[in-house]
């Protein structure tokens, strides 16, 4: 069975920093592409940053460049968002996904995990 | 950048019926990066219908996908209680990246 299990979110005060978590199992990570999609409150889904299959290309939407950085640990079947300089606007439910190599779609999904930034 | 738009922004339906939805792309994408998902309150996104017309693993054969170029629709052809949720199509450019519709909600009529 295909689980991806996100962990480290919470709330946060505007400014500061958070790194989120995702274990994977059930799948051949390291064959697929990995990425974050949010989630405001009472909006849309928006894709955040994704990472090739063994973390040598990442992109990321222009919303979070430099503030946001992407990584994975295939030996720990990991991946990881490091967010920095937090802002209200990024509160938001967190989800980790994945796709396929070169699929560009998102084939398996976790739960999601709830970022709040306020003060 | 790409835009995608999905009409309507609700829809209320009774079970058994048959709907389809519409996503319409800025400028023209390819067929083989547009995908639709359905998403209800609290749960993970699922992946329905990939590269425009593929179901993905385990989705009935009432889902369907069609179009191509700037158009694109998913037809369930006869609706069950599980099907209300929200769907949203998505596409991959590499000029644009990824991008998501504001999503489409099903309501039971």
């Known amino acids: 069975e295909v689980q991806l299990v996100e962990s480290g979110g919470g709330l946060v005060q505007p400014g500061r920093s958070l790194r989120l978590s995702c274990a994977a199992s059930g799948f051949i990570f390291h064959n697929y592409a990995m990425h974050w999609v949010r989630q405001a409150p009472g909006k849309g889904l928006e894709w955040v940053s994704g990472?090739?299959?063994?973390?040598?290309?990442?992109d990321q939407a222009d919303s979070v460049k430099g503030r946001f950085t992407i990584s994975r640990d295939n030996a720990k079947n990991s991946l990881y968002l490091q967010m920095n300089s937090l802002a209200p606007e990024d509160t938001a439910f967190y989800y980790c996904?994945?796709?396929?190599?070169?699929?560009?779609?998102?084939?398996?999904w976790g739960q999601g995990i709830l970022v709040t930034v306020s003060s | 950048e790409i835009v995608l738009t999905q009409s309507p922004g609700t829809l209320s339906l009774s079970p058994g019926e048959r709907v389809t939805l519409s996503c319409r792309a800025s400028?023209?994408?390819?067929?083989?990066?547009l995908a639709w998902y359905q998403h209800k309150p609290g749960q993970a996104p699922r992946l329905l219908v990939y590269a425009t017309s593929s179901r993905a693993t385990g989705i009935p054969d009432r889902f369907s996908g069609g179009g191509s170029g700037t158009d694109f629709t998913l037809t369930i052809s006869r609706l069950e209680p599980e099907d209300f949720a929200v769907y949203y199509c998505?596409?991959?450019?590499?000029?644009?990246?990824?991008?998501f519709g504001p999503g489409t909600k099903l309501e039971i009529k």
């Open positions: 998505q596409q991959y450019s590499s000029s644009s990246l990824y991008t």
């Open positions: 996904t994945g796709g396929p190599t070169l699929s560009y779609r998102f084939d398996y």
């Open positions: 400028q023209s994408i390819s067929s083989s990066y």
């Open positions: 990472i090739n299959y063994n973390g040598g290309h990442i």
